[in-house]
Every structure is written in C-alpha cells, then in structure tokens.
C-alpha cells in the first residue's frame, strides 16, 4: 500500500537515490496491521534520536526494547552502545532511523530546537512519538506538529509526568488532590498560582548563555552542522552544546525553556485550561542579549476568566500561597487556611481517569494523558513567556487564533525562519 504524503522540505534533499519517495512512505508499522493492535504480549520498539544525558536515562522503559539510536556525535552513540545488547542499530541521521519498518516508538531527546521537525517526521513516516520537554521551540512549530500527529494517526507522548504522577515539588503530593480541591470550588474563583522557590520550585537561572563566546575547533567526533540543524549558524564554542545548549534562544530558553513544562503543565491540567492558553503575559526583566538567554524578576499571566499564574524568578515573599482563591488558600505541603479541609474534600468526587501508561495507549491506539494538544497549550505559556521576555515587553494573545494581538515583532517569533534545507 503506497500513501500519498507530501514530502517535507526538510527531506527532500535526503530522499534520492536508493531512498525513493516510494521507499519513504510504502512502511507500515507492525501496529496498525491487523485490527490496528499489537497482541498484548507482543513488546514495543523504540529508536532514540539524541542518546546524550536524557536519551541514554531513558533507554530502559517497561514494555519497550531499544532496536535503534541517533546521534550527530560518536562519543554519545558509543556510551549508549555500552548500555545496549548487541545489534541495536546506529545512525548519525535521523531520517534514515525512521525509516526502519522494525521501529514502533521513536523517543525524540534532542535538543528543543530539533524536537518539532523530528517529531513531525517521524509521525509523518508513520512512528508513534515520545518527546522530551519542552515540547517546540516555538508556538509555530507547536501547531505544525499537532497537524502532523493528528493527520497521520499516531499516537504522542510529551515527557513530564507531574499531571499524573509523582510528589509535584513543594506541594509534597501528586497533583490528583490539588485538582480535586480546584475542582470542588472550597478555594473560589479565579484563582492565582505562583511559582516561586517559596512553593518548591527553583528556576535554574544558572542556565544563561555567554556573550563573549570565542570561535573553537570543532571535535572530530562532532557533526556540528547537523547539531545546529535549522538553528542559524554561529561558529562552534562548547559552551553552545550539550550540557550547555540551554543558555541561548537558538536551541532552548534558559531556565523557563528547561523547567517551564514541568511546572506549568499540571497548573494548566487543575485550573482546567487543557484547550485553551492565557490571553496576555506581562513581563519584568533585564534586557536580554540576542544571542545569550538572561534572566528575570517576574513573568504574570492572565486569563480570560482572570486567573492568573505568577512565575516569580526574584521570590521576595516568603509567605506566597501556592494558590489563592476568594475563599481559601493552598500552601507547600497542601497546607490550606481552609478548616477541616481533608474531610470536606472526601465529600467531592475524584477527577477523571487519564490514560497514563505509554505502551498501552499505543497497543490500544489511545490518547495518552498528555499528548499533542494539551503537551502544546502548556508548551505555548512557556513560549509566550520566552516571547515577551526576549522583545522586553508585555503581550495579548488571541488563544483561538494562537497569534499575538497587533504586534508584529511577537508574531515573527511563533513561526522563525529555519537554515535550508530544513523546515516544517
């Protein structure tokens, strides 16, 4: 069976030869064969594009099997070896990893500036998707790579977890109670959150680029034009790379690109916000250098009903409640000025049941609990955020729309111009 996809320009130039268009698009998962299922003992495969510290952390994962690994530097390929039984493939391209008809589950755990692109091409080759945090970029790629996910019926995964699973942070429980609690109306409404390291969250502002980089030779085991991908290029320094990456706004966004999702996805998921995104973010911050990502004091976020989540980099209030409603507040280790708060809670029902467990969704063809579209509304107040904070001023968004309100500088920002050949 031969499917009419569109080739994106990102592969064109790869596709030739004996990698025909035919040859592309002509692989059908084991998974969609049949009834769409996997027999329940039948165990996943998974490929992993990026095997540096997160994709190497991730090579076991229960129901899965490791069969392919890619990686534009050697030295990360052979410490992953290492780890692997013999026989697992290697590429230092990606889009011949995704091509191999063996491989269900490609683990994409690059860094955020590739993540749209191979995301999308894996889903477009007909690969079910795990992807690390932050989901895109930018908002631009955020919106391309739910149109790839949802026409081409794959199943996603963004990974963290916090929604689901897991003490979250300073609150000293997993978030199924703060959902409930939000959700019996005892705190009132609109609400307010702040995150700050006084509620248990820490910011790593130690994630800031450099501007005084100088030219290095590149490592020999390196290919740092494909690492830069459809990142401008600037001349190779380490501190650009790998560990490091994270301190400028080519390839990530600092501290609020690394640990944004992680904390803002589960306030997204209890305020009920899944399918929709604040409508402006004010911004207080040093002015930023146009390579280099710096920090910054304070970064608020309203919504159309007037809740509000405040990201405080400075933390000056030491007694800031977590969240904050008319009727009540909630506190670190789910302490409230609420009385007799737990039995009153047993009153309400429990929060739906999501569907947390991977490997299943893929077998079953479920949607996984965070995915594609609720993985890119969260991923979106990070970028806003990243938005406001690189421009040094305050925004309005339309969140039907996904755009800024007339401001033609934001909106550059949701789609940026990639190096050739690459593109969503």
């Known amino acids: 069976m031969k499917e009419n996809i569109p080739v994106s320009g990102s592969r064109r130039k790869f596709i030739k030869g004996s990698l025909t268009t035919l040859a592309a698009f002509s692989i ?47 030295r990360h390929l052979k410490l992953a070896l290492d780890q692997l039984e013999p026989g697992v493939k290697t590429f230092s391209d ?26 999308a091409d894996a889903a477009r080759a007909g690969k079910d998707v795990w992807c690390e945090k932050p989901m895109t970029r930018t908002i631009g790629e955020g919106k391309r790579l739910v149109e790839a996910v949802q026409q081409h019926g794959r199943i996603f995964r963004l990974n963290t977890w916090f929604r689901f699973e897991s003490n979250f942070y ?20 609109p609400l307010k959150v ?43 320094s380490e501190h650009r790379v790998h560990g490091t990456f994270r ?13 944004g999702q992680h904390y803002l996805d589960p306030i997204q998921y209890f305020l009920g916000k899944d399918d929709t995104s604040p409508i402006s973010v004010e911004i207080d911050a040093p002015q930023q250098h146009t390579d280099a990502v710096g920090t910054w004091r304070r970064i608020e976020y309203t919504y159309a009903d ?27 280790n789910f302490r409230s000025d609420i009385p007799d708060l737990e039995k009153k809670l047993a009153a309400f029902p429990d929060s739906e049941p999501q569907v947390t467990d991977f490997v299943e969704a893929v077998k079953k063809r479920q949607k996984f609990a965070l995915n594609e579209e609720n993985g890119h509304r969260s991923c979106t107040i990070v970028n806003m ?26 909106n550059r920002l949701i789609d940026q111009p990639m190096r050739g050949p690459w593109t969503m």
């Open 28 to 74: 059908v998962p084991r998974h969609v064969l049949g009834k769409g299922y996997l027999a329940p003992s039948d165990q996943l495969t998974k490929a992993i594009v990026g095997v540096g510290g997160m994709g190497r952390g991730h090579i076991p994962y229960a129901g899965t099997k490791v069969v392919a690994i890619c990686d534009v530097d050697k």
């Open 94 to 119: 990606y889009r011949e990893l995704i091509q191999l008809p063996e491989v269900d589950i490609v683990h994409v755990a690059t860094p955020p500036h590739w993540h749209g692109i191979i995301a």
């Open 170 to 189: 300073g609150m000293n429980t997993t978030v199924k109670p703060i959902k409930k609690l939000v959700e019996s109306g005892l705190l009132g409404w």
């Open 194 to 236: 702040t995150v700050s390291r006084h509620t248990g969250f820490d910011w790593k502002f130690y994630w800031v680029g450099k501007t005084n980089l100088q030219p290095e030779p590149i490592p020999a085991e390196l290919d740092y034009d494909m690492w830069l991908g459809p990142a401008q290029y600037k001349p190779y």
């Open 247 to 259: 301190g400028y706004w080519d390839y990530d966004g600092g501290g609020l690109g690394d640990m």
């Open 306 to 332: 007037g809740c509000k989540i405040i990201l405080d980099g400075e933390g000056k209030d030491e007694s800031v409640p977590y969240i904050e409603g008319p009727k009540g507040k909630l506190y670190p």
């Open 385 to 410: 955020g990243l938005t406001a904070l690189r421009l040094g001023r305050s925004l309005k968004f339309d969140p039907v729309k996904q755009l800024f309100v007339d401001d033609e500088g934001a």
